[in-house]
C-alpha cells in the first residue's frame, strides 16, 4: 500500500463488482470512461471516529446520582450510568488506538473527481491495480468484458466460445 489517508468509510464506494466494457469500468450506476482516468493508486483508509461527547454527560450524571443521599437509593442507577459512560469511553479510546482499516482502489479523474473502491484483501486489490493498469495501456478490453468481483476476490472473464467456423469465432458475451 502506498500511503494512508483519514477519511470517513462514508468516502468509500462499497460494490460487489467491478465491470470493465470495452474503454468503461462499470459499478453499480456509474460508468467511467477509462480515458479520462488520470491515476490509479492503493491506499489503507483509516476511519475518523469522534469523540463521543453524550458520554461525558452520563457520567457528570452518574456522578451526580452517587452524591445524593443514599436514602433515596438512587446511587445504584448512578453506577450503572457512570460504568456504562467508562465504557463507552474506553470503547472509543479502543478503536481509535485500534482503527479499522479499509484498503482502497483511489482512482483520480481528468476532471479531478476521485473514487475510492473498497477492497477486502490486499493481495486481490494489488491484481486489481495491475489488470486495471493492462486494460488502460491496451485501450479497453477490446469486447470483452472483464469482472472483478470485490467479494470472491477473483476475475471473471464473460466469455462463452460456442463453434469456430471459416476462421471466424462465434459466441455469447455475458453481460
Same mark, same amino acid.
Given at each position: 500500500?502506498?500511503?494512508?489517508?483519514?477519511?470517513?468509510?462514508?468516502?468509500?464506494?462499497?460494490?460487489?463488482?467491478?465491470?470493465?466494457?470495452?474503454?468503461?469500468?462499470? %459499478?453499480?450506476?456509474?460508468?467511467?470512461?477509462?480515458?479520462?482516468?488520470?491515476?490509479?493508486?492503493?491506499?489503507?483508509?483509516?476511519?475518523?471516529?469522534?469523540?463521543?461527547?453524550?458520554?461525558?454527560?452520563?457520567?457528570?450524571?452518574?456522578?451526580?446520582?452517587?452524591?445524593?443521599?443514599? !436514602?433515596?437509593?438512587?446511587?445504584?442507577?448512578?453506577?450503572?450510568?457512570?460504568?456504562?459512560?467508562?465504557?463507552?469511553?474506553?470503547? %472509543? %479510546? !479502543?478503536?481509535?488506538?485500534?482503527?479499522?482499516?479499509?484498503?482502497?482502489?483511489?482512482?483520480?479523474?481528468?476532471?479531478?473527481?476521485? !473514487?475510492?473502491?473498497?477492497?477486502?484483501?490486499?493481495?486481490?486489490?494489488?491484481?486489481?491495480?495491475?489488470?486495471?493498469?493492462?486494460?488502460?495501456?491496451?485501450?479497453?478490453?477490446?469486447?470483452?468484458?472483464?469482472?472483478?468481483?470485490?467479494?470472491?476476490?477473483?476475475?471473471?472473464?464473460?466469455?462463452?466460445?460456442?463453434?469456430?467456423?471459416?476462421?471466424?469465432?462465434?459466441?455469447?458475451?455475458?453481460?
Amino acid at each position: 500500500m502506498s500511503e494512508q489517508k483519514k477519511l470517513s468509510n462514508d468516502d468509500i464506494i462499497h460494490t460487489d463488482y467491478l465491470k470493465f466494457r470495452n474503454n468503461t469500468v462499470e %459499478w453499480g450506476n456509474t460508468t467511467l470512461q477509462l480515458s479520462n482516468i488520470n491515476s490509479l493508486s492503493t491506499y489503507k483508509y483509516v476511519e475518523q471516529i469522534p469523540f463521543p461527547k453524550i458520554s461525558l454527560l452520563l457520567l457528570l450524571i452518574g456522578l451526580l446520582f452517587i452524591s445524593l443521599p443514599s !436514602y433515596l437509593n438512587i446511587s445504584v442507577i448512578g453506577y450503572l450510568v457512570l460504568a456504562i459512560s467508562i465504557g463507552w469511553i474506553f470503547l %472509543w %479510546w !479502543y478503536k481509535k488506538n485500534n482503527p479499522d482499516k479499509t484498503l482502497a482502489l483511489h482512482i483520480m479523474m481528468n476532471s479531478g473527481a476521485v !473514487y475510492s473502491i473498497g477492497f477486502n484483501q490486499a493481495k486481490f486489490l494489488q491484481e486489481a491495480l495491475e489488470r486495471f493498469t493492462n486494460i488502460i495501456d491496451a485501450g479497453g478490453t477490446h469486447g470483452v468484458p472483464v469482472i472483478a468481483n470485490i467479494v470472491n476476490n477473483r476475475f471473471e472473464d464473460k466469455v462463452s466460445i460456442n463453434n469456430v467456423k471459416n476462421n471466424t469465432v462465434g459466441g455469447n458475451i455475458n453481460l
